[in-house]
C-alpha cells in the first residue's frame, strides 16, 4: 500500500527572515510556472507565476526566478510571517495546459 | 469571490464499496482537472478535460475509477470498488487562461 507520512524537504526560518525555496522542473517544453500555497486539510491557492521568457517576476513580498539552463525555479518570500508556515509547491504547464506538480517544501516559521 | 465547490469534503467508505466525488468549477472556465494527493506527496493528474471532453486520462486507474462531465460544466469522478490504496485528498481544480483554482478537496478514508 501506500506509505504515509511527510516525505517532503523542510524549510525553518525565523520570523522577518527571508525565505527562498527551490523547485527543479523536468519538461524544457513547459511555458509556465506557478507557485502554490498549500495549507493544512486546504487546496493549493496560486501565490504568483512566470512565463518561460522572463526570469523574473515579483509580487508583493514574493519573487519568483527561472533558469531555464538548469531548470530551477525559486521562490522568494521577503520578511517571512508566521501566516506564511504551509507547504510550497512549483507547478508547470505547457500548451496543453496540463498541469504538473512538482515536490513540495514544507516551510515552518519560528516566531 | 467565485471559487470552485466540491462535495463532500470528508468521505469515510469500506474498501469494496463505491464512492463518488463532485466538482463544480468556476462559471465559464473551460478546463478542469481531478487530482489525487497522497498525504506529504504533491498532487498527481487523474483527469484532465476541456468543456465535456477528456484530454488527459493516462494516469487514471481505469479499472475502477471513472470520471464524467457531461455538460461541459460540473463534474464526477467515481471509484468503484474502493481500495485501501486509495485513501488520499481528491483535488479539483479549474483554469481560464492562465490560472488554475483548486477547490476544498474531499479527503476519502477507506477502511
Known amino acids: 500500500g501506500e506509505s504515509v507520512g511527510l516525505h517532503l524537504p523542510t524549510l525553518s526560518v525565523q520570523e522577518g527572515d527571508n525565505s527562498i525555496i527551490n523547485c527543479a522542473y523536468s519538461?524544457?517544453?513547459?511555458?509556465?510556472f506557478i507557485w502554490y500555497k498549500q495549507e493544512s486539510g486546504k487546496g493549493p491557492q496560486f501565490i504568483i507565476d512566470?512565463?518561460?521568457?522572463?526570469d523574473k517576476r515579483q509580487g508583493q513580498r514574493v519573487t519568483v526566478l527561472l533558469n531555464k539552463t538548469v531548470k530551477h525555479l525559486s521562490l522568494q518570500i521577503a520578511a517571512t510571517q508566521p501566516g506564511d508556515s504551509a507547504v510550497y509547491f512549483c507547478?508547470?504547464?505547457?500548451?496543453?495546459?496540463?498541469?504538473?506538480f512538482g515536490k513540495g517544501t514544507l516551510l515552518t516559521v519560528n516566531p | 469571490e467565485a471559487e470552485v465547490a466540491q462535495s463532500p469534503r470528508y468521505k469515510i467508505t469500506e474498501k469494496s464499496q463505491a464512492v463518488a466525488f463532485w466538482c463544480d468549477p468556476i462559471s465559464g472556465h473551460a478546463t478542469l482537472y481531478w487530482y489525487r494527493q497522497i498525504l506529504g506527496q504533491g498532487p498527481e493528474l487523474l483527469v484532465q478535460f476541456q468543456d465535456e471532453s477528456v484530454v488527459d486520462d493516462s494516469q487514471l486507474p481505469k479499472d475502477r475509477f471513472s470520471a464524467e462531465r457531461l455538460k461541459g460544466v460540473d463534474s464526477t469522478l467515481k471509484i468503484q470498488p474502493a481500495e485501501l490504496g486509495d485513501s488520499a485528498m481528491y483535488l479539483c481544480?479549474?483554469?481560464?487562461?492562465?490560472?488554475?483554482?483548486f477547490g476544498q478537496g474531499t479527503r476519502l478514508t477507506v477502511v
Open positions: 481544480a479549474s483554469r481560464h487562461n492562465t490560472e488554475a483554482f
Open positions: 519538461n524544457s517544453a513547459s511555458d509556465y
Open positions: 507547478a508547470e504547464t505547457g500548451s496543453n495546459y496540463k498541469l504538473t
Open positions: 512566470i512565463r518561460s521568457n522572463m
